[in-house]
């Protein structure tokens, strides 16, 4: 399948309408969010007057359950509109003050509402319990008030969780700083190419110049790239500090041993999953330092570079796909979960749920954002085209199906899922996309090229963000000892564990020293403790995916089960029930065993050659 396409636009004015999402699904103008807001603000201050009456009967507690959701559900709505609109272009200084206003409305939510848990603390869990027996409309809540009374320890006054509250636009600072700098303002380097186009390497850019065919192009790219970090390493630095800062404060503030107890208590998610993840990932390096050679021999390169990672596997294998060809491939990969879960696929492409092409200023990377209860969900996309743009929209698109049968199954007080799980669904619909292309083509290279893709899909999403995982863990831990986190410090030790990881010392890949500013290009570590959890995620959807696409309808139910579960169940428990124990190294072991068994088909399918 190729077409031949136009470059995409980069001024969002000359953008096609129908590849940009409509907005208006949640207000008709900036007016009518204005009005909205202003409703909302109003609503806010009475959500006070239920304190000190929390336990006084059953009627109260939900009356005041509800006016908070309700309130709540308003305000997502409100945020969602202003952060998307804030990231069509990260300069228009309107819109970034749209999404202050939210943030400081948060904060005012936050503390109106911050006596609800130490309040309900007070009261005993029988007479909490007695009240959920009697009344009905504590149903939906029963999830919310047993993670309530499972944090007591951590729960702290009124007036310290008011404090807390109001903290929150100081404490989301440094996310905002990053993003503003190295979306709007940062001076990315220009790079002339062996063909002599002179191109600007910012992020929205970059992800596709990496990969381009001529070596000499990737490192000059990447080197030009990271280098330019690097010479902003002390306000990355100081941004990170703060960020770090930040994150012990809060440990403290609420009595937790560590940061990563204390960022992992709030889903419920044990801190031996973390440990076991870096653990059982560094047992299983020569596994990846296999494929890392098996690179090399494809790329015909005598010594492998860091450069050359996100190469293409097979030069000959250069497909593009316009957005409706993206949409015929991902909806028919889709095939296992059914004719409802495709057709909503197809609705997210007609009705412009998705915000496709980049554009100057556009937020760079790609999300879906399911947080707006009674709308759909939206997709932002910087679409170029290339298979991994197919893969990275199917990615997406699990997220949105995600948020979007939880919406329409759950109350507003569980929609809302897990991060533990988010990163299921999105790899699960990557898992069936490859697998519907290896048993539709024929053609060798691209076969070569698709297990190959399959094996970078490991790469990037186990090994790589466990590398990530394990740089953060130890920077958090420094700060703890009370270690400078400078932009310097972070370098050394980001060059140290990604030279680990890739074999550096043993000649497996070269990671050369401008690599250490790669810490800087990751928004994610402003998210603390995120990035392990694309790892845990893909181990689970790979076992969830096997059974699903074999037609096992038992799996299938339970998985499409799992993705209208939204938050009704603690994370570890959701992905039992949909089949996967990510307490245990299994869900590991078996990404690895197929690790293995695809290189050794790639290593028939080049011997053939």
Known sequence: MTTTLLEPERDRATIDDRYKWNLADLFPSEAGW??????????????????????????????????????????????????????????????????????????????ATAYLEPEILRADRSTIEGYQASEPRLAIYAQTLDDIMRRAAHTLSDAEEKLLADVGPLAGAPGTIYSILSNADFPYPVVTLSDGRAIKVNQARYTELRALPEREDRKAVMSSF???????????????????????????????????????????VPTPVYMRLIEGINRNLSAFHRFLKLRAKMLGVEQLHYYDLYAPLVASVDTRYTPEEAEQLIVAALAPLGAEYQATVS?????????????????????????????????????????????????ELGHTMQSYLSNRTQPFATADYPIFVAEVASTFNEALLVEHLLRTLDDDDVKLSLLGRYLEGIQFTVFRQTQFAEFELRMHEKVARGEPITGDALAALYLDITRRYYGH????????????????????????????????????????????????????????????????KYPIDLLKDAGVDMTTDAPLESTISRMERVMDEIEGLLAHR
Request: charged share 20%; aromatic share 12%.
């Open 34 to 111: 204005r009005a909205a807001k202003e409703k909302i603000a109003a609503a806010i201050p009475p959500l006070g007057d239920y304190r000190g009456r929390l336990a006084s009967s059953a009627a109260v507690l939900a009356d005041a359950l509800d006016a908070m959701h309700s309130v709540r559900m308003e305000f997502v709505r409100l945020y969602v509109y202003a952060s998307m609109l804030a990231d069509e272009d990260t300069r228009d200084s309107s819109h970034q003050g749209m999404k202050q206003e939210m943030t400081q409305m948060g904060a005012a939510l936050g503390a």
């Open 226 to 268: 990271f280098t330019t970090l690097g010479e902003y390493r002390r306000t990355f630095g100081t941004i990170m500090n703060g960020q770090a800062q930040k994150v012990l404060f809060l440990t403290k503030a609420r009595k937790y041993d560590s940061a990563l107890q204390f960022a992992l208590d709030s889903p419920n």
């Open 347 to 395: 609705q997210a492409f007609r009705e412009r749920w998705i915000d496709m092409y980049p554009s100057d200023g556009k937020r760079s990377g790609a999300y879906s954002n399911g947080a707006a209860y009674d709308v759909h969900p939206f997709i932002l996309m910087n679409y170029n085209a290339k298979f991994d743009d197919v893969s990275t929209l199917a990615h």
């Open 505 to 568: 010392d043993a000649g497996v890949c070269i990671v050369d020293d401008f690599i250490q500013h790669e810490w800087s290009y990751i928004p994610h570590f402003y998210g603390e403790f995120y990035v392990f959890q694309y790892a845990t995620s893909f181990t689970a959807s790979q076992a969830l995916a096997a059974h699903v696409g074999a037609g096992d309808a038992e799996a299938t139910r339970r998985y499409l089960a799992f993705l209208g579960a939204g938050g009704s």
